[in-house]
């Protein structure tokens, strides 16, 4: 750019070495966000995994306790029951939050993304012009 001999080739060369850097970041924020997508995928995926094994057990011991329980505390059974179903209940309504949460995160990220593109590509013409 030192080398440029009049003020139209300095804004040519700044133009022509903005694209690429410019194509670079975008690359990057892909990149970026395509890990986040993917940790998240698995990340759920392990997290229920998890959750799932967990319930079974409890389910499987609750009934187990159900069997040999004294007689007169089919009251506290149902109760504990109804617990289970409602924290069972409440981690798929988190489930589905969390899922909504990163598919809108995802969504801004390509938003953003293009229009950021879209300005580059705006920009690099009209600074090769000047």
Do not use: C, W
């Amino acid at each position: 750019m030192l080398a440029a001999k009049d003020p139209q080739e300095f804004f040519s060369l700044t133009a022509a070495q903005a694209q690429p850097t410019a194509e670079k970041a975008i690359a990057y924020g892909r990149h970026l966000a395509g890990i986040a997508s993917s940790t998240q995928a698995e990340f759920a995926k392990a997290t229920e995994s998890q959750i799932s094994e967990a319930t079974r057990k409890v389910s499987t011991l609750v009934d187990e306790v159900t069997k040999n329980a004294p007689a007169g505390s089919e009251n506290a059974v149902a109760i504990l029951k109804s617990m289970i179903g409602n924290a069972s209940a409440g981690y798929e309504q988190l489930t589905k939050s969390a899922k909504q949460a990163v598919e809108t995160i995802e969504a801004n990220v390509a938003n953003a993304t293009s229009q950021f593109t879209q300005a580059a590509e705006k920009a690099a013409p009209r600074a090769a012009r000047k």
